[in-house]
């Protein structure tokens, strides 16, 4: 526990009663390391309420789409539009499904006629034990004999917009600067223009984009990072922090400008959709120039956004792609074994060894050319 003798959002008087584990990187886009003696229980849960819930919002999509792992709970589904208007819904699994199920009911005499398409077996269930309420003659099992499971690629693309920013984003990624720099061992009274902002909302906003160069030492190609970066020294009197969520989303936080301390210079990484911590190298070595361009705004970051864009983004979407791959391969096993006979957790006989991965591989051929040929068709246009 660090030795904060009051929470850093309210001021009010912490101890062990009123103490809480916050994540310095939000949970819901796979953060695991947490800080106490930082926060009262009650910021701690409005907090993450507000300005984490903002921010978390705004990158929800990009969540969904790697598959990123949480602690606890499941990443909710992303509502999404294709191009030409087809509303959907990304899983957390990564599978696009309808926004809404379709029910179409005719009646003829005394013959009833229910078509429902739904987004799974479970949902077609729910709605047949609803018309049944109704027309107790309805036979559920019957009906559910007769589903048919079916995948279509959708043959526009889908669109999406990134928003990152705003007042609570902003602080939520003040936040964590101020809990990664007190893990990394700064005071509170040495990070004081973030912690006075985030006290009074006060003053000019101490965090900004920065994509004028990469921060990140030797990035990895191939692989999704969340960081936070400190550095402080007494020299410069700069205190900083270096935030980049995804690759995509990169702040600098202010922390102080006048720092007297010992030097700090600290990073922590995460691969949020392995929930694993990574080394990496990040160099906070920005000149007074550009520290004082964040505060007065002036920095310009945005004019150097698409290049960024231009090289994260084919990660991101190799990565669904991947995830989409994995998925066909459970599939074409699962179906091989329903094929055979064969249940979850089942062995296969010795003889069945052979068919059955023939069986399997040509499943999964047909689906990844199915998959293949639909991403060409989107490619192309
Ligand atoms: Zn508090």
Redesign the pocket.
């Known amino acids: 526990m660090n030795n904060n003798a009051e ?6 008087d912490m101890d062990a009663g009123n103490d809480s584990a916050e994540h310095v990187i939000p949970q819901a886009i796979g953060g695991r390391w947490v800080v106490t003696g930082f ?2 229980r ?2 701690n849960s409005r907090a993450g309420g507000s300005w984490d819930a903002v921010l978390t919002k705004q990158l929800a999509w990009l969540s969904t789409i790697v598959g990123v792992v949480r602690e606890r709970g499941e990443a909710p589904d992303v509502a999404v539009t294709t191009v030409e208007g087809e509303q959907l819904m990304l899983r957390s699994d990564g599978a696009y499904v309808f926004r809404r199920p379709t029910i179409a009911e005719t009646a003829d005499g005394n013959t009833f006629n229910i078509s429902i398409t739904g987004r799974s077996v479970a949902e077609v269930r729910q709605h047949l034990a609803g018309f049944k309420r109704r027309h107790p003659e309805v036979d559920i099992e019957a009906a559910m004999a007769t589903i048919t499971k079916t995948r279509h690629y959708i043959d526009n693309p889908c669109q999406t917009s990134l928003v990152f920013g705003g007042p609570e984003a902003s602080a939520s990624l003040i936040k964590t600067a101020l809990a990664a720099a007190v893990n990394f061992g700064l005071t509170l009274d040495a990070c004081d223009v973030a912690m006075t902002y985030l006290r009074t909302f006060d003053g000019p906003l101490p965090v900004d984009f920065f994509f004028a160069r990469d921060l990140v030492k030797a990035r990895p190609d191939d692989r999704i990072l969340h960081c936070v970066s400190v550095r402080a020294d007494s020299a410069s009197g700069q205190a900083l922090a270096y935030v980049d969520y995804f690759g995509l989303w990169r702040s600098i936080v202010i922390l102080s400008r006048d720092y007297t301390g010992p030097a700090v210079s600290k990073t922590y990484a995460i691969d949020p959709t392995l929930g694993e911590e990574v080394a990496l190298e990040v160099e906070l070595d920005l000149d007074e120039m550009e520290v004082a361009s964040i505060l007065d705004g002036s920095s310009g970051a945005l004019t150097d956004w698409p290049s960024v864009y231009a090289r994260v983004m084919p990660m991101v979407l190799k990565r669904a792609e991947g995830r989409h791959r994995e998925r066909l391969i459970e599939e074409g096993v699962t179906e091989a074994a329903a094929a055979f006979g064969l249940k979850p957790g089942d062995l296969i006989p010795e003889e069945k060894q052979e068919p059955f991965a023939r069986l399997a591989s040509r499943l999964i051929a047909e689906k990844v050319v199915e998959m293949t040929v639909a991403l060409e068709r989107l490619r192309s246009m």
């Open positions: 929470c850093v959002i309210c001021a009010r926060i009262c009650s910021c």
